[in-house]
């Protein structure tokens, strides 16, 4: 760990958040300084019990953490007072984070907000493949969702080298997180976004700016992992070889196939727990590559592809911190050492 | 009930065969002479205790079922040598139809076909409002699968009144009937259809021969219903209220919407049970009227529908037997008779 | 319908209240005056299609049910205080009929209360075939929860008949209603009820109550139906074939047998839908006659069976105004009356 | 490594063999020669890409499992003909372990048997912290089944140190692995175990000979752990303090609580994934300890407890190869050695 490392605190210690500290933890030239949360459940128990630092993320909960068993260290603003952070990771709630800027911004602390932001919160959507250049030198950046990540993975990387004329995905999103499907998930059913077309088009214009993308998304009766149906108009006549080439020399892009028995999300999932991850997380897109196909007539392709929503944003998150803080000027740099760290790979098995 | 009857065999007492049989039961034209099938468990006994006359579909299946306590007219072939039937709707598994057209073409008896067979098992592949007339006189009709009769209903009324150029639907199936829930499910994953475009696309062709229609399926955690979404290129500029417009007037078409608290599959079939028809049955397809967006320029046209996939095919073999029969040469009249009897409506609720 | 029909309020048409009021439209002696309820959505437009007066059960609802499109007749209390009502059945979230008692009380109409109320609310908690004699003239009963409904009737019987020492009953719940699935379920997960035991075994006391009973439950992923597991310590040696006499001649227990492919509860579902009673429901508790067993001793005896939780109190509330208004003063009678209108059998197929 | 290290081969590369592997490749005194199995598809793919050595099970699979793109180095007879073998661990589907003895016996190889072999076949049947001394030197073990192995340590630790007259347990399985849960899974329902008692009383009194154990099973909704539901009749009085403090010095069982946040089974496994085991495993029963409760004449015991069914029974595979190798004669000893390579603990979090 070099001495001048960037100091990182991650705020809401959920689904994301834990994830990304795990990350930043294995990197070279950055580190932990705690995580800060509102509860003290299990969750903040086993923070600590990894040895995390707990800070209370508003001075009101310190005292409700304390009487849940945790020893909280202070308060989130007391640590950005004393100029002990250099970026906040915030993983806090949709909606939560845009309200949490004025405190970062009040500091003149670095912020990273993840996706259940606007745009507009951060004025940077970032994507490391995509548009790392963006990124450079921004007090605040925002990490776009898993599901906008992945499309501007598989999709962007698809239209950058080939062109893309109109893409149309259909997503069957995971209902809710595994931690907290025993309260508020959905049963025997499928609920459609009756927002149409949904949010995620738009999202993916904020990092491929010129790309013309229509979603439609239902939440599906499981708790991990979306699904997505992609259905492409391509610029030029394409073949499925010429796709499978783009997306073979596209990082954080691996690929399945329902011939080796990978049958559905549960198939991935259990690759990812064999792959020996933490927590069984799978920080790439796996595609199946038997069902890229291209139209008689050269001019649609379709394709499918998993999106593990717990972690495919981690090393976003790990890349975004190297961009804003200038530790690395170029994506590619940093998405090397970011995956040598995290362990990602081209091939899972 | 007229003496001329016309006398209708139901081969396979499953998840549409025992529906169907319920529905012509209640026709004034048509009645049922029994219905054939191979086990003998609960389900065929609820026949018998139905009134039903029940036949072996296989001379080889009597033993069985008689062991499993089920008394047994006879076989299928015996009944169809005497003379005794008129149609039979052959609604066994996919593939078993397939094979038992050389028994129903030795005795010169009509016979329907449902989904899981190819179209040129029949020849004709029928869904009432769309093409009544190729059914007319005909001996072999296939009634199309609930999904491509969904997709009939909508996508081919829009295209009809409004043309559609391109349509791309996303399928989230529903993944077993609930008879069978208790042994080849699919648990907290999504299954994608890996043969793409799925089946639907060019299967919608067989009874709309120019549209221009591309589907991706997987298979939902859920067992009942499933959900379309669907995105439609328009031949010209039209509106949402232009759509509302058409499916206001088309037959088995129902609005539901997210407003009134319809906020997904399980929402519709606990109307549908609620709505008083047999099984909780639903034989309209609701469209959610809160989903229908058409994009800023007019030329693209999102929604999103429910495919009752028990039971929205029984109108259609009620009518395509009325077409094949000529008891009824217009599918408006046909239609009309079914729908009173059956208690299809234009308004849920 | 004789002219001097009871009169009955349904306050709360939710999962119990609305089968409550279809079951009481079929009664001879008993009428529906209107329903009260406090939303606007779909659930309630339902109600008004099929022909019920929608009152309010707060004055406050008024003008949300309004603005959701319902056409309200007026507020609850009016009605009441216009001695329009004999008998309201409670049918309100647990906990809110202690609450609407006092208004019951001030208009000196009877009221039935369901299971999620206490004991204390009413003082008389009831079961048809265990004690409907507790109930006749009283102002207040309690009809008592699916699962303690289900007890009694089974272990009741088998109690009253053979002598129970002992029963311990671990309980599978369903998680939430059929139409909440889209937003309060649980997903791939088994919650247990920390309380332990849970209250159905003191529950049961209330109506048997001299019985040794001790229940834990949890809470599994599916929202149809529960199931229990029952270990009986018996006063005296008994024979499998004992525990069959007795629950074949118990009012509204059915046998069902893995035998003959009821496999699961889907099984039971299914076998409901297709007896053809209104929504599918089930007002019977299915035994699995194959797993009735004793133990060598004789001393122990095992068996599983079912609850269909949304429909089997039903015929209890029915029994339940006519013991209250003392329509009738036999259960045996009640019963044979109910059980006609609803078609309520002791052989499902 | 010690060059003396016992030499194992897995037989079966499935949930529980794959797993095992993993365990023994971090243990001291032992090492993985290979494993085989029959298949040739990703999860074979994947022992390969984790440097294992792939035979195949039977000579007969080697063809195939190449055609699926597997290297294979030969067959398991191969292997064990040439003395490059000390233990097999047979992690193969129920029934196949019988069938492979023969071919242990014929090159007098030690075997461990899982616990979908019967008693019989192994003539021993082992939970580590119950009978470690009955496996000291003997050619064939068989490990009990995930719920079985979860009995002895809880009831079996109970009943050691406080006397259960008469336990009575009812278990929610998970209806499948996770692998499986494309095709062969269960959907909105509950599957009982007809054969009652279930198998899993019996089976513990292979390990506890003197434990009065009745169980009653049914298959739920999810495919992660299974949930047990213990009812335990006392020799003696006994507090659920007395309980707390037996399972407190009890190996491999832990606490959770409801109070901490953990609802269900879904939040154990949130717990086990953060753990940092690889799969998100837990060797541990996690008791609530909430749960634990005495009956007010402190007679009977009533408390909760979650099976990891994947992975519980890995370490007594592990302390089994020690028994029967007599590489360690002490149970306590082994237990400590497998514990700490596992990182197996008394606290969670």
Known sequence: MSRTAVRVLVNGYGVIGKRVASAISRQPDMRIIGISDVVGDWRIKMAKAKGYDVYA?????????????????????????????D??????????????KALYGRYGV?????????????????????????ALGEQFVRVVSCNT??????????HEKLGVKKARVGIIRRAVDVWES???????????????????????????????M?????????NLFHLHMGMLEMEDEVTGDDVIDVLNREPRVVFVRGSDGVEGLNSIFEIARDSGRPRGDLYEIPVWEDSITASDDGREIYLM??????????????????????????????????????GIVKKLY
């Open 110 to 134: 670095k912020a990273i907000f993840q996706g259940g932001e606007r745009h507009g919160t951060a004025g940077v959507s970032f994507v490391a493949q995509r548009n790392y250049v963006e």
């Open 149 to 158: 990540t992945a499309i501007c993975r598989v999709v962007g990387g698809i």
């Open 182 to 212: 025993s309260h508020v998930g959905i049963m025997n059913t499928v609920v459609p976004e009756l927002r149409v077309p949904s949010h995620h088009g738009p999202d993916a214009r904020t990092v491929m700016h010129d790309l013309d």
């Open 305 to 342: 592809w998993a999106t593990p929503n717990e972690s495919n944003v981690v090393p976003e998150n790990v890349d975004a911190i190297r961009a804003m803080t200038e530790l690395e000027g170029k994506a590619e740099r940093s998405i090397a050492i970011t995956d040598e760290r995290l």
């Open 57 to 85: 993320s508003m001075p009101e909960k310190v005292e409700g953490m304390k009487r849940g068993g945790v020893d909280v260290e202070g308060t989130l603003e007391d640590l950005l007072s004393k100029g002990a952070v």
């Open 87 to 100: 970026v906040v990771v915030d993983a806090t709630p949709a909606g939560v984070g845009a309200r949490n």
């Open 214 to 222: 229509v979603t439609m998304a239902a939440k599906g009766s499981h």
